[in-house]
């Protein structure tokens, strides 16, 4: 149980274009999604929240208007990569939370998806 | 806030020697902790995970890990390490009054040599 999904694994797109990298709670309803960011040989870096039904919250740092968040059902999360540039180019992983409430929010982790932009 | 320190970047071990990987965290409440490993161009695979209860934590490929709260460290630890055990190694704190939200260390690298 708990699985999650990416999709797509692997998009290499042009300089100047939006790409769009969905997230999915294949068994489990996710009221929050996370996702992160991984530059090569780094860690894990948390981009932001997003809940079902609302905006997301961004993390310090992050552009909200280069990376939009859509959560729009308990079972997707969509991140939108916006006008995309080399510097762009990362390893995007999401995460969707099973628990809330007074209990832990477990995140369970998407196998990842790599973008590369020419 | 929250934050977690691996010290060893990288690690170099014997295949068939023992290996620990050390993880002290920083939490002003109680910390929930994970391990994960991930291979080259793959996503994380959870190791284990400790949320309350016994401080000696078992999980998958022979892996165990302890919480000790008075060092603020969860450790990971396997008696015998195998080829296939190359990999990064991330620990990881959560908790519920940081909004859910997982803070990773910087990962350590492990080398397994024949």
């Known amino acids: 149980g708990a699985v999650v999904s990416q999709h797509p694994s692997r998009v290499i797109c042009k300089s100047g274009t939006s790409v769009k990298i969905e997230c999915r709670s294949l068994?489990?309803?996710?009221?929050?999604m996370f996702w992160y960011r991984q530059f090569p040989k780094q860690s894990l870096m948390l981009m932001a929240t997003?809940?079902?039904?609302?905006?997301?919250?961004?993390e310090q740092g992050v552009e909200k208007d280069k990376f939009l968040i859509n959560h729009a059902s308990l079972t997707l999360s969509t991140l939108t990569v916006t006008s995309a540039h080399p510097e762009d180019s990362s390893f995007y992983i999401c995460?969707?939370?099973?628990?809330?409430?007074?209990?832990?929010?477990?995140?369970?982790f998407g196998p990842g998806t790599r973008l590369t932009v020419l | 806030a929250q934050s977690v320190t691996q010290p060893d970047i990288h690690i170099t071990v014997s295949e068939g020697a023992s290996l620990e990987l050390r993880c002290n965290y920083s939490?002003?409440?109680?910390?929930?902790l994970f391990w994960y490993v991930q291979s080259p161009g793959q996503g994380l695979q959870l190791l284990l995970k400790?949320?309350?209860?016994?401080?000696l934590v078992q999980g998958i490929k022979g892996f165990e890990a302890e919480f000790k709260r008075s060092q603020s460290s969860f450790n990971l630890r396997k008696p015998s390490v195998h080829w296939s055990d190359a990999a990064e190694y991330f620990c990881?704190?959560?908790?519920?009054?940081?909004?859910?939200?997982?803070?990773f260390g910087g990962g350590t690298r492990v080398l397994v040599k024949p």
């Open positions: 995460s969707a939370g099973l628990g809330g409430g007074t209990s832990y929010n477990e995140q369970f």
């Open positions: 068994d489990f309803q996710a009221t929050t």
């Open positions: 997003s809940n079902e039904g609302s905006k997301a919250t961004y």
């Open positions: 939490y002003g409440a109680t910390p929930y």
């Open positions: 400790y949320f309350s209860g016994d401080t």
């Open positions: 990881a704190v959560g908790g519920l009054t940081a909004g859910n939200k997982l803070t």
